[in-house]
């Protein structure tokens, strides 16, 4: 059984840096990675704000979202 992680970011150098490492470093076996990027999806803000996101990067696994950097806030994002 696989689960779902996702990768918000903004599309920013930090963030597609960001993006690979995560990709890279999680079990592909057990994980199904997405990666969203912001700036190219805008329909895409809503789910991440209604899931508790506030800022770009950011990992969300299993619905648990993982700050790890205040990056790039969304409200300067939408």
């Known amino acids: 059984m696989t689960e779902k992680a996702k990768f918000y ?3 920013y150098p930090a963030g597609v840096d960001a993006e690979q490492c995560f990709a ?9 990675v997405e990666i969203e990027h912001l700036d190219n999806v805008k329909d895409q ?3 991440a704000e ?3 996101d506030k800022s770009m990067p950011t990992p969300v696994i299993d619905g648990a979202i993982y700050h790890f950097d205040h990056g790039v ?5 939408g």
């Open 9 to 11: 970011h903004a599309g």
């Open 24 to 32: 890279e470093v999680l079990d592909k076996s057990t994980y199904v």
């Open 45 to 47: 803000f809503g789910n």
């Open 73 to 77: 806030d969304l409200s300067v994002l």
């Open 50 to 52: 209604h899931m508790g």
